[in-house]
């Protein structure tokens, strides 16, 4: 099979890998891990949510999230203590991911649209990024999902509503400095039509600096939900190299089901793409998982 050229290393780190690491205390395949928190959970303040985590090289989490109406970006030791939590603004942050330099970049939304942040390892502002360490683009978007690229180049997916007010998926592509890379669109935005209410959930940047998404569909006519993944050249239109052409892989609900979509997606080093989610079948929710070769088809 032929490889995707995927970046070094992964872009982001689930907690749960924490469960696996080295020094983590001894229990069974799948157990939590007791080290951690109170019996292998941390739990935050009532009012609290997160979206997204990072594992830093000594096993600190970052996390991030909100806090009422306060966008939340937190650090956790590797027991689970709270180390740190940074002065964010408000907003929603929904993804994040580590620079290979310690700094963190933040994904999300606020009142005017995409968010984007950057912050030092110590949880300041980082000022060389964007203003003061902020970037906001897409008036009115939301963003999901963030992957770092080849050059330092930083991109994030979500969505926007079109003029009819559904959604469709937005991407937005920054320099290592925060500024909009305009090669890729006009303020270093690209919309990408996929349908009515057509939304990215998650993003992974090939060596080559394609750009793969996952996502989800509709519900269209029928009320159906449909789970995608899409790849776009480093210019930012559908690739024709996947997807049979079309750029466009589509994974409708399985067995009588109204709904399956994807919410992550990841960069296989064995070769290929792997993209997770849900749905229903039969009236029942299921977990939802794929393997598509490099081209975009199923890996059978």
Request: aromatic share 4%; hydrophobic share 45%; proline share 4%.
């Amino acid at each position: 099979m032929r490889r995707c050229r995927a970046l070094v290393g992964p872009l982001a780190i689930v907690a749960l890998a924490l469960l696996a690491a080295p020094g983590a205390a001894v229990a069974a395949p799948g157990g939590l891990d007791s080290a951690f928190g109170t019996g292998g959970v941390r739990t935050l303040a009532a009012g609290t949510g997160l979206n997204g985590v990072a594992v830093e090289p000594d096993r600190s989490v970052v996390a991030v999230g909100a806090s009422g109406s306060s966008l939340l970006v937190s650090r956790f030791s590797a027991a689970g203590a709270l180390a740190g939590t940074f002065a964010a603004g408000s907003g929603v942050g929904r993804a994040v991911v580590l620079q290979g330099d310690g700094k963190i970049v933040v994904a999300g939304n606020d009142g005017a649209g995409m968010l984007v942040e950057r912050f030092n390892a110590d949880g300041s502002l980082d000022g060389g990024f964007g203003s003061g360490g902020v970037v906001h683009a897409v008036a009115g978007g939301v963003a999901n999902a963030v992957a770092l690229g080849p050059g330092g180049s930083i991109v994030v997916a979500g969505q926007l509503p079109g003029g009819d007010a559904f959604q469709r998926v937005a991407i937005l592509r920054l320099s290592s400095n925060g500024s909009p890379d305009t090669s890729f669109g006009p303020g270093g935005v690209r919309v990408v039509d996929l349908g009515q209410d057509s939304v990215a959930k998650g993003v992974a940047v090939q060596g080559d600096s394609k750009i793969v998404l996952a996502g989800s569909i509709g519900p269209g006519v029928h009320q159906i939900t449909s789970g995608f993944v899409a790849r776009v050249t480093a210019s930012g239109g559908l690739d024709p190299t996947f997807g049979g052409g079309s750029g466009l892989f589509v994974q409708s609900p399985q067995g009588g089901g109204a709904v399956a979509m994807f919410n992550a997606v990841a960069l296989d080093p064995s070769g290929g793409i792997v993209v997770g989610g849900g749905g229903t079948a039969m009236s029942q929710s299921q977990a939802l998982f794929a393997r598509l070769t490099c081209a975009g088809a199923l890996d059978p």
